[in-house]
């Protein structure tokens, strides 16, 4: 079952969404060459601790840290750790959530360390965030969950690479449903699987996190004996951009956008929900 918002949640799940705001923009700041990926971990316990907020990636299925630190090759849930150094020229995702009274928020980044950044992987991060605000544009009533889907391969797909071949879409991993519950349904493929069918109408009151996930190469991942790690299984850099939206009477709200995606939304023609917090 699809969990439906009213306006007053929504507004709760706004205050959640401005917390990870507020650790994206911490950790972003920190995320420097010397700096170890813990390090990143501790600036976000501080921000949620100032906001009063808990965390919501900390303990969940027995994650061992506040947020996930997934740097180069790795894909998604990398854990924090005093070994993992930045160097100049890595790229990491950062991705983490923050609960206020039981409402959840989620978002991730990709960051560039350093300088030195070659321009494919610009362009890779570029392609992957850009694939995401497709995707949040495509939050419509009367549209499908396949329509969220279809915007964000669409956008990605109609990408030249540069060097030629194509972005590899992560097949493993998606989006999903937020509220109440960090993961909830439905599952957001980044890609269409006419096996699964259209999904569930949007209608106000449905709130996703669309996340893309894309490799300089294969689709495919694995997990590290860790159990959480996620890398390419070619070794592939990747990126990862997330933001957790609401559809409103008034059409998307992005609740973990300082602006609530006022301007992104704007240059693609659609306007963006009153800030239940303005």
Request: glycine content about 12%; hydrophobic content about 40%.
């Amino acid at each position: 079952m699809v969990q439906i918002k009213n306006p007053e949640q929504i507004a709760k799940m706004r205050e959640a969404g401005l917390v990870v705001a507020a650790i994206h923009a911490a950790t972003r700041e920190a995320a420097v060459p010397g700096a170890t990926t813990r390090d990143l971990d501790q600036v976000a316990r501080k921000v949620l601790a100032e906001h009063d907020a808990k965390p919501n990636f900390l303990g969940y299925g027995g994650f061992p840290a506040t947020i996930c630190t997934s740097v180069n090759e790795v894909v998604v849930h990398g854990i924090p750790s005093d070994d993992v150094v930045l160097k100049d020229g890595d790229v990491i995702s950062i991705d983490c959530g923050a609960i206020i009274d039981g409402w959840h928020g989620d978002a991730a980044y990709t960051a560039f360390v350093g300088s030195g950044h070659s321009p494919e992987l610009v362009e890779l991060s570029r392609v992957t965030e850009e694939s995401m605000w497709a995707g949040i544009a495509a939050m419509k009533q009367g549209n499908r969950l396949v329509d969220v889907s279809r915007a964000i391969e669409s956008y990605i797909r109609r990408q030249p690479k540069p060097g030629g071949g194509k972005y590899g879409i992560i097949e493993d991993y998606g989006g999903h449903g937020i509220g109440t519950e960090m993961h909830m349904d439905p599952h957001l493929l980044n890609y269409v699987d006419r096996r699964r069918g259209k999904g569930p109408k949007l209608v106000p009151g449905f709130c996703l996190a669309i996340e893309p996930m894309v490799s300089l190469g294969t689709p495919r991942t694995e997990v590290l004996s860790d159990e959480w790690t996620v890398i390419t299984t070619d070794g592939t850099w990747s990126s990862h951009w997330e933001h957790s939206v609401a559809l409103t009477e008034q059409g998307p709200l992005v609740l973990t956008a300082l602006d609530g995606g006022r301007a992104k939304l704007a240059e693609l023609g659609i306007t963006a929900a009153p800030d239940p917090l303005a």
